[in-house]
């Protein structure tokens, strides 16, 4: 129901094997230290392996995202074969209603569920995903509950209005900093070991209560086209799969991602930023020269535009606290 593509069909011009493995290797000549596979589904590539190997050949870390539903052993020992650096899969409900019903498919729960089995079992670095929306985040005690103590990494991710997903179900203020305060509360009641637990890019920022939700201790701006960059699967080039697609730069089968990376002009709302293209939410912020504005994938989804995350800690604690 979340899903940011409005997906539905396969499409017809994906990147070729031979493509891929160019991209790769460009990936490499950028100095790139960690891909990541992530759809759709990858593992509906017959080819996802031979991606994957050459991912590792050429020294970058490899990451997998998938939705578990299409799992199998064979699938497992080719993981396990490539020693990739994180298993990743969503757990969008604590109840295989919740979940199913979010995942628009029958038996998703029992899917993941044995994914995540299979790949604990086969010793693989597993994390979950959970995207939160108003239809689940009523049920993240219970996902706890099931990943304690099991050395399962978690991330947690904001549900934003586009593609399908309907902004009716998208949290209130209320309820994002509910999710936020949950997240703080597991990261100082449980260690690394018991629960390692964060908020993804869409969680923050700058907030008087509690530190840094995410992997690094101060947010620093949104990273795309600076330290991230994202290629679709027929090519196009963004800097954050999450962003509109008015942010697309090009193309790899026009320009080489090398090209795309070092042109000057590209990525040019966050390498060029100035504060006067912050929006109303963010506008005379002390944060704003180093925030820009949050994660521009959530502004643009909630307000339609970017550089104005609508949810920052800074600007909502004083309203929903009712503090100067």
């Avoid at 590792?56 to 990451?63: D, P, S, T, V």
């Avoid at 991230?228 to 790899?252: F, Q």
Wanted: charged letters at 25%.
């Amino acid at each position: 129901m979340h899903c940011g593509s409005s997906a539905g069909k396969s499409r017809g011009d994906e990147l070729t094997t031979d493509e891929a493995l160019k991209l790769c290797d460009d990936l490499a000549k950028l100095n790139a230290q960690e891909v990541c596979l992530m759809g759709g589904e990858p593992f509906l590539r017959k080819d996802w392996h031979i991606i994957g190997k050459r991912i590792r050949e050429l020294g970058m870390k490899l990451m997998v995202i998938s939705n578990g539903y299409n799992i199998n052993n064979n699938i497992i020992e080719k993981l396990v074969e490539l020693q990739p650096h994180a298993v990743s899969t969503s757990l969008d409900g604590g109840t295989a209603e919740t979940h199913d019903k979010i995942r628009g498919v029958k038996g998703s729960f029992d899917k993941v569920m044995e994914y995540i089995s299979l790949s604990k079992e086969a010793n693989l670095p597993t994390t979950v995903i959970t995207t939160v929306s108003k239809i689940n985040f009523h049920e993240l005690p219970g996902i706890r509950d099931f990943l304690l103590n099991k050395r399962i990494a978690w991330q947690i991710q904001v549900a934003t209005p586009e593609g399908r997903f309907p902004k009716e179900y998208a949290l209130s203020k209320e309820e994002y900093y509910s999710v936020a305060l949950f997240i703080a509360s597991m990261q100082k009641k449980y260690k690394k070991g018991e629960l390692p637990v964060i908020g993804a890019h869409c969680f923050g920022y700058h907030s008087r209560r509690f530190p840094s939700l995410g992997l690094y201790p101060t947010w620093m701006g949104c990273p795309a086209g600076i330290v991230v960059l994202s290629v679709k699967s027929n090519g196009d080039v963004i800097g954050c799969l999450a962003a509109p697609n008015t942010l697309i730069e090009g193309n790899v089968r026009k320009k080489s991602i090398i090209e795309i990376w070092n042109d000057p002009n590209a990525f040019s709302y966050n390498r060029n930023f100035k504060v006067e293209e912050l929006g109303e939410n963010c506008k005379g912020c002390k944060y704003g020269e180093t925030c820009r504005g949050g994660c521009c994938g959530l502004s643009m989804g909630f307000t339609g535009k970017i550089h104005n995350h609508p949810y920052c800690f800074y600007k909502i604690e004083p309203e929903l606290l009712d503090e100067q």
